[in-house]
């Protein structure tokens, strides 16, 4: 995903600093270029040799005095850099940076750069609630540098509340927000709906399926990553909210019922991958239900069907995406759902695939539109989200000779994006 991309991490004297090399391992995983520039101060925590070794690159350190050759350095990588992000900022290089000082080669080199710049501060509560620090953010702010608020949590020096720096995984998707992929789908409102649904028999006990919405969540992600306006209507799943995706939380059929049927009508698209269930209890207990040595029978009614509402209520122009998970006759069963629902595609899968389906990391779909059937074979999520956009959008062209070409399938993320 970040081949080619050039990120400059500039690493500030605050105990976070020892998290950061993971951050720099991650990003050289995706293939992106990483430079770091250290305070003279972030030194008292890790070393510019744990840099140097994971990124292949000299780790620069702040100094005027050693020579001429450094001293142009900075403006060299600032020209360079795709993204500058400062993590952990500390107090101290917040204040430098909102007020133009440049008297290290961090700072320095931050000046000198236009490319965008996340600051990702770290520190003690009491220093970041401090008006002056909140004011310096807000300055930072104003001249279009991307702050990342500090999580809440036990800090290094005994205290409790705001000021710790998030994890690197959580950094390297705000670096990904911001560079990962080409903005082609900006302007563009999409609705996905993911996970399961629960449907209540009793306060204790419910009905519900073994989606985990990780297809569903991979391409609200993806979308937000290419521009998209997206909203994320979500089953109780254990996932993590993606980035930049507005999420709506729902749990029973009705629930997602409401959310979706409140926000279709302004969507451009609406990706269907929740797993909904087609029925629930007719009756919901409103105690417990005691067992006894009878047999037991739950009553079930139909629930709404989502898909088929939007269907038939859709706005000009809106483009329809279903999922269909078979266990048998997946293209015939699938089929049958495009033209019952109305829609423009269906992502269809089997059960029976290896690598396909609940859970998994990967997925082995056939996309089914009205013009024909495309397969694709095996490969990660959100990979699949990328197609599956690609071919919503019309932005496909490219990657069909890669689908032709199993040898150059390695290439496609980096293609997407
Ligand atoms: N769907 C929906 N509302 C429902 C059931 C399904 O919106 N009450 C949507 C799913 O989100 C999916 C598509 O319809 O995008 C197909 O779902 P699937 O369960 O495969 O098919 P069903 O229509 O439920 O038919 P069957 O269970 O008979 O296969």
Partial sequence: ??????????VSGGIAAYKIPNLASMLKKLHANVEVIMTGNACHFITPTTFESLTGNKCLVDTFDRNFQFQVEHVELAKRADLFMI?????????????????DMLTTTFLAC??????VPAMNTRMYENPIT?????????YGMGIIEPAQGYLACGDVGAGKMPEPAELLDHIRQEIGCKKDLTGKRILVTAGPTREAIDPVRYITNHSTGRMGYAIAQAAAWRGAEVTLISGPVELKPPLGVRVVPVTSAREMFEAVIAAAGTQDAII????????????????????????????????????????AHRREGQFLCGFSMETEHVLENSRAKLEKKNVDMIVANSLRM????????TNVVTVITRDGIKELEK????????????????????SRDHERDPVNAGNRERKDC
């Fill in 379 to 398: 490969m990660p999520k959100s990979q699949v989200a990328h197609r599956i956009l690609d071919r919503i959008f019309g932005a496909d062209e490219g």
């Fill in 87 to 103: 993590a952990p900022a500390t107090a101290n290089v917040i204040a430098r940076i909102a007020h133009g000082l440049a008297d």
């Fill in 1 to 10: 995903m970040l081949q080619g991309k050039t990120v400059v991490l500039g």
């Fill in 114 to 119: 236009q490319a965008p710049k996340l600051i």
């Fill in 134 to 142: 909140q004011d310096n953010l807000r300055i930072c702010r104003k």
């Fill in 272 to 311: 269907k991958a929740a797993a909904v269930a087609d029925y629930r209890p007719a009756v919901v207990g409103t105690e417990k239900i005691k067992k006894s040595d009878e047999e037991m029978n739950i009553s079930l009614e139909r629930t709404d069907d989502i898909l088929a509402w939007l269907g």
């Fill in 354 to 361: 290896e690598g396909a389906g609940f859970g998994a990391d």
